[in-house]
């Protein structure tokens, strides 16, 4: 079965600071998904990427998918209090489009202002 | 709103009780899915829906649990003879072959089983 590591485990930046959260899958990524986590609330989507070397990016996230190495990497830029939170990657564990996801253990994310 | 929703949001039930959630769906998303998260681990699959069909079911699905999307619309999630093990966030999802089946999640219900 497929599986995500999310790297690091959690992370504590200085405002104003930019980072990185890598996802690695144990298989060929067909599909990878970015959410976004408050604690104790649900997931709010981020991004999905489909394509080696795809990349998108939305206001100071960006998103790329190196197929190749089944490896996604998440970064922000200039982090602000507003981006902590927990980011998941989750994985379409299949070719079929619209089958269950596999996520990652996900990342803690805390910035200091 | 016509964002995912879920009730409760969060449920509190002494082990043996039958608790039984809710999930409304975006409207006219077909697919809908239920996920369960345990603290400080990502969601994990539990079962899904194609309209009123149930497609998948996950092993972590025991025959406690059972699931319904009976008109394609809202689904309910029902657990019997709760036990501790089964407190857990509960999360919702759905998706639409019109929007790239991207999965946009629910709230989430939170069970705490004493």
């Known amino acids: 079965s497929q599986e995500l590591e999310q790297s690091p485990q959690s992370l504590i930046v200085q405002e104003g600071k930019n980072l990185t959260i890598n996802c690695t899958s144990s298989?060929?990524?067909?599909?990878l998904y970015w959410y976004k986590q408050k604690y104790g609330e649900g997931l709010i989507f981020l991004m999905m990427l489909q394509k080696g070397g795809e990349e998108k990016s939305h206001e100071k996230i960006t998103a790329k998918l190196d197929e190749k190495k089944q490896q996604s990497s998440l970064h922000i830029t200039a982090s602000q209090p507003s981006h902590a939170g927990i980011y998941l990657c989750?994985?379409?564990?299949?070719?079929?489009?619209?089958?269950?996801?596999?996520f990652g253990a996900g990342t803690i994310l805390r910035v200091k202002s | 709103d016509t964002g995912v929703s879920q009730n409760p949001r969060h449920k509190i039930t002494k082990r043996g009780q039958n608790v039984t959630f809710r999930c409304d769906p975006i409207s006219e998303h077909n697919r809908l899915y239920w996920y369960r998260q345990t603290l400080g681990q990502g969601p994990e699959f539990l079962t899904y829906f194609q309209n009123e069909a149930q497609l998948e079911k996950s092993r972590l699905l025991s025959d406690r649990f059972s699931a319904e999307r009976p008109k394609g619309s809202f689904s309910t999630l029902e657990i019997q003879r709760t036990e501790q093990g089964d407190s857990a966030m509960y999360l919702c999802?759905?998706?639409?072959?019109?929007?790239?089946?991207?999965?946009?999640f629910g709230p989430g219900t939170r069970l705490t089983v004493l």
């Open positions: 989750g994985a379409v564990s299949n070719l079929e489009y619209g089958n269950k996801l596999v």
């Open positions: 999802a759905s998706s639409s072959n019109r929007q790239g089946y991207e999965q946009f």
């Open positions: 298989k060929t990524l067909y599909g």
